[in-house]
């Protein structure tokens, strides 16, 4: 039998957002579940400005510029995965979760992000896919979702980035998450209907449901400086 809803919060930021502010909302919600794990789970939807980043390990071989001269901002961060690229019209979602409430399992975590973007597809009538060995969703060969995460004492950060209308051309500068023989791609290829505007809920109740959280808005106490 499933279980009622959990209580989450819903941040949403209506404009661009620097890579450095939401890195720090992140690393506040995470703060918060981690000195009370019993507290609400927490997510933020958010569109950044242009920006790379690099997850934790990753190679700077797959950049195609100075990593001392970026085009735009490049950040070093505590996620899983390769180089990828940040841009308005690419919806990132960043689930802060208690894991130990969702499974206690990074690889399960992965999946369900996945199932995240292959629920939304499928609402749009488009089958998306999982490739074997690799992190991400692709739509007739093209990644549309790149996904990293990372997490401590299993309270999550980072999570997944949907490209919906945006320009890709900052990719051409990197090996996109490693893969070079993997083109990216935007959903407005396929649906050119769509804006991130108007699939920012879909995204959030696609979320919601495979997740089992009742999202609502921040309380006072609970809101984010700046946000």
């Not at 890195?23 to 506040?28: A, E, G, I, S």
């Not at 690229?85 to 992000?113: C, K, M």
């Not at 401590?152 to 998450?177: E, K, M």
């Amino acid at each position: 039998m499933k279980h009622p809803a959990a209580d989450a919060i819903c941040f949403q930021s209506p404009g661009p957002v620097a890579y450095a502010t939401g890195w720090r909302w992140q690393r506040q919600l995470q703060e918060r579940l981690l000195t009370d794990p019993a507290g609400p789970d927490a997510v933020l939807l958010l569109e950044h400005e242009p920006c790379y980043t690099l997850g934790r390990g990753a190679s700077e071989a797959f950049l195609g510029f100075d990593p001392a001269a970026p085009p735009a901002p490049l950040f070093r961060i505590d996620r899983g995965g390769e180089v990828t690229h940040h841009v308005p019209g690419q919806l990132v979602l960043y689930p802060v979760l208690n894991l130990q409430r969702h499974g206690a399992d990074l690889h399960r975590y992965l999946r369900e992000l996945e199932g995240v973007v292959l629920d939304l597809l499928a609402e749009l009538d488009l089958e998306g896919e999982r490739l074997a060995g690799l992190t991400g969703v692709w739509l007739e060969g093209r990644k549309l979702a790149a996904i990293g995460v990372g997490a401590r004492r299993w309270i999550s950060q980072h999570g997944l980035a949907l490209n919906v209308d945006c320009d890709l051309a900052g990719f051409s500068a990197i090996v996109p998450c490693g893969i070079a023989d993997r083109p990216v791609g935007r959903l407005v290829d396929w649906r050119p209907e769509l804006t991130a505007a108007q699939l920012r809920p879909r995204l959030l109740a696609a979320f919601a449901r495979r997740f089992n959280l009742a999202l609502r808005p921040p309380r006072p106490p609970e809101i984010l400086q700046g946000l």
